[in-house]
């Protein structure tokens, strides 16, 4: 895990508003907010994560949204041909993974 990603989890870990470079923390009461170039890659809250692209699909934004995933324990997102895939299905934009 990149150096960046390490300290985006302590954010998320110790619920502390976060910025480095081009990725950022928000907390608020009932969800995080993981940006990445000012677009929220991924909202977190105690049910679930939601991710999204927002319709970048590119090495660094999967790495973010792969460290946050790991974090919480769940499959990491992988490339075939060009097509993000997770669980074995098509990563689609504003998909949900359950926490609980």
């Known amino acids: 895990m990149r ?6 989890i302590d954010a998320i870990n110790y619920r502390k ?4 470079d081009n990725t950022m ?3 608020f009461d009932n969800e995080i907010i993981v940006k990445l170039h000012f677009h929220p890659i991924a909202r977190i809250n ?3 994560i939601k991710l999204s692209s927002f319709g ?5 934004t999967k790495s973010r949204l792969n460290a946050i995933l790991s974090h919480f324990g769940k499959e990491r997102i992988y490339q075939q041909d060009f097509v993000w895939y997770i669980n074995n299905e098509l990563f689609i ?6 926490l609980v």
């Open 25 to 27: 923390v928000e907390i």
């Open 3 to 8: 150096k960046i990603e390490e300290k985006m």
């Open 56 to 60: 970048y699909e590119t090495r660094t």
């Open 46 to 48: 105690k049910n679930s």
């Open 17 to 20: 508003n976060w910025s480095c």
């Open 93 to 98: 934009d504003g998909m949900s993974i359950s």
